[in-house]
DNA sequence: CCAAAAGTGTTCAACATACACCCATGA
DNA sequence: TCATGGGTGTATGTTGAACACTTTTGG
C-alpha cells in the first residue's frame, strides 16, 4: 500500500552508465560503444534499473552485457541528474566506474555494441555528460589508487614491475624512478616474488609477481605512498 | 518527443537525503528529524526531487527548509538503490554531505520538523539505510578534511588554535599534539593571525585566525598531512 | 598566588628523492 | 659482441613524531 505522500511524486527514469577502463601495456583505456539512440556518437556502456535491481547488480549486469566478465571492480562514481543532461527525457544516471583486465575481456569480447578501447587522454566526443563522469572517473581512480591496492584490477594475476610501474605511470600520466617505485612497492611486502620469469618480451626477463590480498586484509593502512607525493593530484 | 525505447522503461521516485554536519566547539554532530510517515524514527532530513531541479539544487533546498542557511558546504555522497531499503515504495535515494556553522544554525533554525543535534559517535536508531549513509559520510569527512580544508566550514570566521585541534580531534575521533599540530597548520601559510584574542573561555586568551582562501586557491596541493598520517583512516 | 589554558623548540628517526652502474640474454 | 631492458644501493635533505617547560591572567 503506498501511501498519498509518495504518490503524489513525480517519477524519473534511472540509467546507469559504467566506465570501464583497462591498461593495455601502455595507456589506459576506456571501452566506448556507439549505443541505440545516438549511433553516430560515442558513449559510455549504459542500460536501465530494472524494477528489482540494486544499483550495483545493474551496474555489474551492464558491464556483463558487454563484457561477458564478472567479479569486476566496481565502485559507485556519482549520480548525474541535471534536468536536461538526456534531451530526450528526464534521466538520473548514477555512474560507476569498473576495471578490467583487458586480456580478460578480449576473449570475451560481445561484438554487439560496436565496442572499442581508447586511450583515456586521447577521448572523441562523448554523449551527453559522459565526458564530465570520465573525468570525475580518473580523478576517482587516482585518488583512490594512491592508496589503495586498486591497480593490481587492472593487470593479470602474474605481473612484473616494470610492467605495474608502466600502469601507474598511465594513471598518473607522469614518469617514476624504477628505482624508488621498486623501494617502494616492495617495502609495502604485499607482492610474491614468483621463480618464474616474463619471456618474450625483453631478453633477460623480469621476473613475475603476484599480490597477495590476504596480507592486505590482514593490514590496515598498508597502501599508502606507493606515488611519490609530488605526483599526486587530488 | 519522448522514443519508444524510453517509453517501456519503468520510473522510480527519487529523493534526498542530507547529512547535515556540525561540530560545537566539542562534538561533532548530526542534524536528526522525526518526519513524515515514521513519527517513530529520527531520520536524516530528506526531500523528494523535482521536476525541474538539479540533484545538488535539491539537496541545497532541503537543507534550506530545515536550517535557513544557503551557500553551506554540499558535497554528493553515493546513490542509494537497494529495492527493499525503503518499504513503502522504491525509492532511489541520493545522499548529500553538508557542513555548517552550528552557531548560524542556532539563530535561523525552523521548529517544524523537531530537528535535534546528535553527537555523530552517539546515534540513535536511524530510519531504513540512513545509518550506512551517516557512516559513509563520516568515511568520506576524514578522508576529505586530511587534504582539503574543509573543516573551516565547520568553524565561524574567527576561530582560535586550541579551536581547530578540537574539530580535527573530533572528526578524526583522538587526541594530537598540540605542538605538531599548531607547527604544521601553521606551516601551510592558509591562516591569518588577527590581532584579536578570544575573551571569556580562557585565562590568558587565545589568538584568533581566520581562514585566507585566496591564498588557497592560488596553490595547488596545499592542505596535505594535517593529520598524522598514523591518525589517518581512510 | 594559584589554577587553567596558551604558546613555544629540539632531538631523533623515518622517509622521499636524486642519481648511475652492472647484469642477463637473445639476436 | 652488442643492444635492450632488468635489477640494485647510497647519500642528502625533509618531514614526522615524541617530548616539557614557561607565559599569561582571571579569580
Known amino acids: ?18 566506465i570501464i577502463m ?13 549505443r541505440g539512440v545516438e549511433q553516430n556518437t560515442w558513449s559510455l556502456m549504459g542500460g536501465w534499473l530494472q524494477p528489482r535491481e540494486g544499483l550495483e547488480q545493474a551496474a555489474a549486469r551492464i558491464v556483463f552485457d558487454l563484457t561477458g566478465l564478472t567479479n569486476v571492480y566496481l565502485e559507485q562514481l556519482s549520480a548525474f541528474g541535471e534536468p536536461d543532461r538526456d534531451p530526450i527525457a528526464r534521466t538520473i544516471s548514477i555512474a560507476y566506474f569498473s576495471l578490467v583486465r583487458i586480456d580478460d575481456y578480449e576473449s570475451k569480447i560481445s561484438e554487439a555494441y560496436h565496442a572499442q578501447w581508447f586511450s583515456i587522454y586521447q577521448l572523441p566526443d562523448l554523449l551527453f555528460d559522459h565526458g564530465d563522469m570520465v573525468s570525475l572517473a580518473l580523478k576517482r581512480l587516482r585518488s583512490k589508487a594512491s592508496q589503495h591496492p586498486i591497480g593490481f584490477e587492472l593487470l593479470p594475476e602474474k605481473f612484473t614491475l616494470p610492467q605495474l ?27 610474491n616474488k614468483l621463480d618464474e620469469k616474463q619471456k618474450g618480451f625483453s631478453k633477460r626477463g623480469a621476473y613475475y609477481y603476484s599480490f597477495d590480498s590476504n596480507k592486505y586484509e590482514a593490514i590496515t593502512h598498508a597502501f599508502i605512498n606507493i606515488i611519490p607525493t609530488s605526483e599526486i593530484e587530488l
Open 1 to 18: 500500500m503506498m501511501l498519498d505522500q509518495y504518490k503524489e511524486q513525480h517519477a524519473y527514469l534511472v540509467a546507469l552508465d559504467s
Open 22 to 34: 583497462g591498461f593495455d601495456g601502455e595507456d589506459l583505456k576506456v571501452l566506448l560503444v556507439k
Open 165 to 191: 610501474q608502466k600502469l601507474y605511470e598511465a594513471i598518473y600520466h607522469t614518469e617514476f624512478d624504477k628505482r624508488n617505485f621498486s623501494r617502494k612497492v616492495l617495502s609495502m611486502r604485499l607482492l
